[in-house]
């Protein structure tokens, strides 16, 4: 189809005119004068399968957005293009680049002729070799992939550019070079090279002072003669990037008048407008990574998690990563900049930014942070470590290759609790509730009593109420006691489905004889079969999930019981067109208000959850310990959420031993490890996104049929250090060590995977630990 736009041609006319007849006497002789040099095979195999611009497909580079579809997150793709069409460029580089390249571009008939008898004549007589082309020729060898001053490439080029010349405006001509030709420091077209250099673009409908201008063309036109340096003399022959070197510089200079020279015999500038423009010193300093830029920052985990969610939708099933990458692609995903950055300054233990309690600690510390919209399953947030090839302590996703990448899953202690506790909320259980809850106490239908090898259940931490506490009192104390017995009352199956239906899709099991925690997809059986997995201990945090998952829990809760599927993509378009869009959709947990205002009421009273900034808010600690040990841990969470955020944040490290200070303290809990961080977060997370606290209050739960009622502003018991005790806390006993059978056809928010994870390297599943 034919360009549309005018196109200043010679004098500033405009050359759009129909196709027209051409005299091709002098083409025809110089190829046969060349095919008689090079053979009327070769010929006749040039004249069948020269390419034409209908059948390039240019790799154009992607880029990632945040939420808001302006921010650039990262950009993707081999080569670094954008491609704008002919129409929509501004005059700049249209000029420029015929100034520079070819003056004649308007009136030739896409061969230089002199050019290819010169060539003929050389081959024939065994003369020298020579060069120089058209624009059209140029383009040419480019779709062509021709390299190289030989006769056979010439012959070819002067054909490609008469075929070109023949089915195509100089306008569309134009526009495929511009598109096209590379400009140095891996942009290729006029636009990358306006935004690598400039930092502008050359979008005729973006804001003047945008655009790119008249003088800035000029010195991105005059790299197109050597946009690279040489190799072999980097020094010597610099070529024409003013970055380089002095006498790059210079070069870029001489050639920056060159083409305002002949900028004026075109009659695109007046002698006057000449004599005004001055040479800009704006250009930007060479950036190695200008085309892939980003990926190394903590959001590269977030564009692994993007390329993992995609490759399970439509366009995109089956397709390798090429197709996303080189696509030209506009992914906006569902990460809030504000709350990103919130997440990274709070969960990147390494920066001034985050909370005082982690800063300055031993280097295998490790943090990681994820936040999820209630009611959307939107990820907000991510951190899952500070580089985007490095190791995601956040999550896992699938490569290209269908294996799994990732570190995310950690035992999550007390914190696993919620899911109990709103499993119980469901059944009717109410939260006032009294449970036998002393220190120690056998369970024999669990294994756990004092002849066993694990012992029976013993609190981590101690509560006022004891031995006769109620649920929320437990709660808030984190008894495990209590919390054992509550999981044999539902029936592990119940805890199960409770964390699956909100969120938790994976969860890994300890199989005898096996070093690593093996994944079971929680979605793959009815909760009853995949139960058989697990034992009791589920229901106090002995299994390994992800943040991820963990996060898109809470949000549920927060939701009041409506889950989402957690997912990163927004929306997928290319040249305005949609490609693909989320799929929103919830569904119900079965919750009641009443329910969701009991579990609210009991977690707003974990004294770690309480936020200084006027929202109300619910949360829950969790620590899980090293070993057989008591007093050291090595994992620590917190989780939790208000009406319009939910997050999860564990704390741990990254070669599995106990956390200890930089002052060779082991006093390292939920509560004071990840807890700071969270509530760092959600306190300026929640203040950026400038909402409404009091449009998101919980309700009051109305406890029917119990009494007496405790009152709302009962203090909680202390959450103080816990006691060491000289019995081991719980350990595994897994029912069933057979591996999980993987799900099929079940849709998700994330394609389905089924390699294993490679082990967590912060988890020793032979070892006896147990939460707190």
Same mark, same amino acid.
């Not at 090079?38 to 992607?62: H, I, Q, R």
């Not at 980003?294 to 439509?314: K, Q, S």
């Not at 490569?399 to 119980?424: I, N, T």
């Given at each position: 189809?034919?360009?549309?736009?005018?196109?200043? @041609?010679?004098?500033?006319?405009?050359?759009?005119?129909?196709?027209?007849?051409?005299?091709?006497?002098?083409?025809?002789?110089?190829?046969?004068?060349?095919?008689?040099?090079?053979?009327?095979?070769?010929?006749?195999?040039?004249?069948?399968?020269?390419?034409?611009?209908? %059948?390039?497909?240019?790799?154009?580079?992607?880029?990632?957005?945040? +939420?808001?579809? /302006?921010?650039?997150?990262?950009?993707?793709?081999?080569?670094?293009?954008?491609?704008?069409? $002919?129409?929509?460029?501004?005059?700049?580089?249209?000029?420029?680049?015929?100034?520079?390249?070819?003056?004649?571009?308007?009136?030739?008939?896409?061969?230089?002729?002199?050019?290819?008898?010169?060539?003929?004549?050389?081959?024939?007589?065994?003369?020298?070799?020579?060069?120089?082309?058209?624009?059209?020729?140029?383009?040419?060898? !480019?779709?062509?992939?021709?390299?190289?001053?030989?006769?056979?490439?010439?012959?070819?080029?002067?054909?490609?550019?008469?075929?070109?010349?023949?089915?195509?405006?100089?306008?569309?001509?134009?526009?495929?070079?511009?598109?096209?030709?590379?400009?140095?420091?891996?942009? $290729?077209?006029?636009?990358?090279?306006?935004?690598?250099?400039?930092?502008?673009?050359?979008?005729?409908?973006?804001?003047?002072?945008?655009?790119?201008?008249?003088?800035?063309?000029?010195?991105?036109?005059?790299?197109?003669?050597?946009?690279?340096?040489?190799?072999?003399?980097?020094?010597?022959?610099?070529?024409?990037?003013?970055?380089?070197?002095?006498?790059?510089?210079?070069?870029?200079?001489?050639?920056?008048?060159?083409?305002?020279?002949?900028?004026?015999?075109?009659?695109? &500038?007046?002698?006057?407008?000449?004599?005004?423009?001055?040479?800009?010193?704006?250009?930007?300093?060479?950036?190695?990574?200008?085309? /892939?830029?980003? &990926?190394?920052?903590?959001?590269?985990?977030?564009?692994?998690?993007?390329?993992?969610?995609?490759?399970?939708?439509?366009?995109?099933?089956?397709?390798? %990563?090429?197709?996303?990458?080189? @696509?030209?692609?506009?992914?906006?995903?569902? !990460?809030?900049?504000?709350?990103?950055?919130? +997440?990274?300054?709070?969960?990147?233990?390494?920066?001034?930014? +985050?909370?005082?309690?982690?800063?300055?600690?031993?280097?295998?510390?490790?943090?990681?942070?994820?936040?999820?919209?209630?009611?959307?399953? /939107?990820?907000?947030? $991510?951190?899952?470590?500070?580089?985007?090839?490095?190791?995601?302590?956040?999550?896992?996703?699938?490569?290209?290759?269908?294996?799994?990448?990732?570190?995310?899953?950690?035992?999550?202690?007390?914190?696993?609790?919620?899911? %109990?506790?709103?499993?119980?909320?469901? %059944?009717?259980?109410?939260?006032?509730?009294?449970?036998?809850?002393?220190?120690?106490?056998?369970?024999?239908?669990?294994?756990?009593?004092?002849?066993?090898?694990?012992?029976?259940?013993?609190?981590?931490?101690?509560?006022?109420?004891?031995?006769?506490?109620?649920?929320?009192?437990?709660?808030?104390?984190?008894?495990?006691?209590?919390?054992?017995?509550?999981?044999?009352?539902?029936?592990?199956?119940?805890?199960?489905?409770?964390?699956?239906?909100?969120?938790?899709?994976?969860?890994?099991?300890?199989?005898?004889?096996?070093?690593?925690?093996?994944?079971?997809?929680?979605?793959?059986?009815? +909760?009853?079969?995949?139960?058989?997995?697990?034992?009791?201990?589920?229901?106090?945090?002995?299994?390994?999930?992800?943040?991820?998952?963990?996060?898109?829990?809470?949000?549920?809760?927060?939701?009041?019981?409506?889950?989402?599927?957690?997912?990163?993509?927004?929306?997928?378009?290319?040249?305005?067109?949609?490609?693909?869009?989320?799929?929103? /959709?919830?569904?119900?947990?079965?919750?009641?208000?009443?329910?969701?205002?009991?579990?609210?009421?009991?977690?707003?009273?974990?004294?770690?959850?309480?936020?200084?900034? @006027?929202?109300?808010?619910?949360?829950?600690?969790?620590?899980?310990?090293?070993?057989?040990?008591?007093?050291?841990?090595?994992?620590?969470?917190?989780?939790?959420?208000?009406?319009?955020?939910?997050?999860?944040?564990?704390?741990?490290?990254?070669?599995?031993?106990?956390?200890?200070?930089?002052?060779?303290? $082991?006093?390292?809990?939920?509560?004071?490890?990840?807890?700071?961080?969270?509530?760092?977060?959600?306190?300026?997370?929640?203040?950026?996104?400038?909402?409404?606290?009091?449009?998101?209050?919980?309700?009051?739960?109305?406890?029917?049929?119990?009494?007496?009622?405790?009152?709302?502003?009962?203090?909680?018991?202390?959450?103080?250090?816990?006691?060491?005790?000289?019995?081991?806390?719980?350990?595994?006993?897994?029912?069933?060590?057979?591996?999980?059978?993987?799900?099929?056809?079940?849709?998700?928010?994330?394609?389905?995977?089924?390699?294993?994870?490679?082990?967590?390297?912060? !988890?020793?599943?032979?070892?006896?630990?147990?939460?707190?």
């Amino acid at each position: 189809m034919r360009g549309t736009g005018e196109t200043p @041609g010679p004098a500033g006319a405009t050359t759009a005119s129909p196709k027209r007849k051409r005299r091709r006497l002098p083409v025809v002789l110089a190829v046969c004068v060349l095919l008689a040099g090079c053979g009327l095979v070769a010929g006749g195999y040039y004249f069948d399968s020269v390419p034409t611009p209908s %059948d390039l497909k240019l790799p154009e580079s992607t880029t990632v957005f945040y +939420a808001d579809g /302006r921010t650039p997150m990262a950009k993707l793709g081999a080569q670094n293009r954008t491609i704008v069409p $002919y129409d929509q460029m501004n005059d700049s580089a249209k000029q420029a680049i015929v100034a520079a390249e070819d003056r004649t571009f308007w009136t030739n008939r896409g061969i230089d002729f002199k050019g290819v008898l010169r060539a003929a004549w050389a081959n024939v007589s065994g003369g020298q070799r020579q060069g120089a082309s058209t624009l059209t020729q140029q383009y040419a060898r !480019i779709a062509a992939d021709l390299r190289g001053v030989t006769y056979s490439r010439k012959l070819r080029e002067a054909v490609i550019a008469w075929k070109l010349d023949d089915a195509y405006t100089k306008e569309e001509i134009l526009g495929f070079y511009l598109n096209t030709v590379p400009f140095g420091r891996g942009a $290729y077209g006029i636009e990358a090279a306006a935004q690598t250099y400039f930092g502008k673009t050359v979008r005729r409908d973006a804001p003047p002072e945008r655009q790119l201008t008249q003088a800035e063309a000029m010195v991105l036109c005059a790299m197109v003669k050597q946009p690279e340096a040489d190799p072999a003399d980097p020094e010597g022959t610099p070529g024409y990037d003013p970055r380089r070197n002095a006498l790059a510089k210079q070069n870029s200079i001489d050639r920056w008048n060159y083409i305002r020279d002949g900028m004026v015999k075109l009659g695109y &500038l007046t002698s006057q407008q000449a004599a005004d423009l001055a040479y800009p010193d704006t250009v930007r300093p060479i950036d190695k990574d200008a085309g /892939r830029s980003d &990926l190394d920052r903590p959001t590269g985990l977030v564009v692994n998690h993007v390329l993992a969610e995609l490759r399970g939708t439509e366009p995109f099933r089956g397709k390798p %990563d090429e197709v996303i990458r080189d @696509g030209g692609y506009r992914i906006v995903t569902t !990460i809030d900049k504000r709350v990103q950055d919130a +997440a990274e300054a709070a969960a990147d233990i390494r920066r001034d930014t +985050a909370p005082r309690a982690v800063r300055g600690q031993p280097r295998n510390w490790q943090a990681a942070l994820v936040a999820v919209e209630p009611g959307t399953g /939107r990820v907000l947030g $991510y951190y899952g470590g500070d580089k985007g090839s490095g190791a995601d302590y956040a999550g896992w996703y699938s490569d290209e290759d269908g294996q799994a990448r990732g570190f995310g899953q950690h035992p999550p202690g007390s914190s696993f609790k919620v899911y %109990d506790l709103a499993a119980a909320v469901r %059944d009717g259980i109410s939260v006032k509730e009294r449970f036998d809850s002393p220190d120690t106490k056998e369970f024999p239908a669990s294994g756990r009593t004092k002849g066993s090898a694990a012992g029976p259940i013993r609190n981590a931490e101690r509560a006022p109420c004891q031995p006769d506490c109620a649920l929320w009192e437990a709660t808030v104390a984190s008894l495990n006691v209590t919390y054992f017995e509550l999981t044999e009352r539902l029936g592990t199956d119940k805890v199960i489905e409770m964390a699956r239906q909100a969120g938790v899709e994976s969860m890994w099991e300890t199989v005898r004889g096996n070093p690593r925690p093996q994944r079971v997809d929680l979605r793959s059986d009815p +909760a009853n079969e995949v139960a058989k997995r697990f034992s009791t201990e589920v229901g106090i945090g002995q299994y390994g999930i992800t943040v991820q998952d963990h996060a898109n829990g809470m949000a549920t809760f927060a939701a009041g019981g409506q889950r989402a599927d957690a997912h990163f993509v927004r929306s997928v378009s290319k040249d305005d067109e949609e490609v693909w869009t989320e799929q929103l /959709r919830t569904t119900d947990l079965g919750l009641d208000r009443e329910a969701v205002d009991q579990l609210d009421w009991t977690l707003r009273r974990v004294r770690a959850a309480k936020l200084d900034n @006027g929202w109300d808010s619910a949360g829950k600690t969790g620590t899980w310990q090293a070993g057989k040990s008591t007093t050291q841990n090595v994992h620590t969470w917190m989780v939790g959420w208000t009406g319009a955020l939910a997050s999860a944040v564990w704390l741990g490290t990254t070669d599995g031993k106990p956390l200890r200070t930089s002052d060779g303290s $082991y006093d390292v809990y939920g509560s004071t490890g990840a807890a700071p961080i969270w509530r760092q977060f959600m306190t300026k997370a929640t203040e950026a996104m400038k909402l409404d606290p009091g449009k998101y209050r919980f309700g009051e739960p109305k406890f029917p049929g119990d009494t007496p009622e405790p009152t709302a502003s009962a203090p909680p018991p202390s959450t103080a250090a816990p006691t060491p005790s000289d019995s081991p806390s719980p350990s595994p006993t897994p029912s069933s060590p057979s591996p999980s059978p993987e799900p099929t056809g079940r849709p998700t928010s994330r394609p389905t995977l089924t390699p294993t994870l490679p082990p967590p390297p912060t !988890i020793t599943p032979t070892r006896t630990r147990g939460p707190r």
